[in-house]
């Protein structure tokens, strides 16, 4: 079974900046973030490849940035100019072609 693990998650004022990290147990190929706010469908946030490639979702561009650590399995997600509208509950999901894992949440609160 492999252990996904977020950190970095807390209470930020809007404005501010945080950032997040998830470490998987072994290498995946495919790694990102997701966010799920009360009564809302979870969306994707940011992925990013074993190669680099990106996606990042248009209601974060510009201010959301998404890379990765191979050597230690880890991909972070550097938040900016955080809004209130980005609260949620953000998932690390890492998968390969057969499998897909996903952490257990942290908490991204922005608020005055």
């Known amino acids: 079974q492999v252990q996904v693990v977020e950190s970095g998650g807390g209470l930020v004022q809007p404005g501010g900046s945080l950032r997040l990290s998830c470490a998987a147990s072994t290498t995946m190929y495919n790694m990102g973030w997701y966010r799920q706010a009360p009564g809302k469908q979870r969306e994707l946030v940011a992925t990013i490849t074993s190669g680099g490639t990106t996606n990042v979702a248009d209601s974060v561009k510009g201010r959301f940035s998404i890379s990765r650590d191979n050597a230690k399995n880890t991909v972070y997600l550097q938040m900016n100019s955080l809004k209130p509208e980005d609260t949620a509950v953000y998932y690390c999901?890492?998968?390969?072609?057969?499998?897909?894992?996903w952490g257990q949440g942290t908490q991204v609160t922005v608020s005055s």
């Open positions: 999901k890492a998968s390969n072609p057969l499998y897909t894992y």
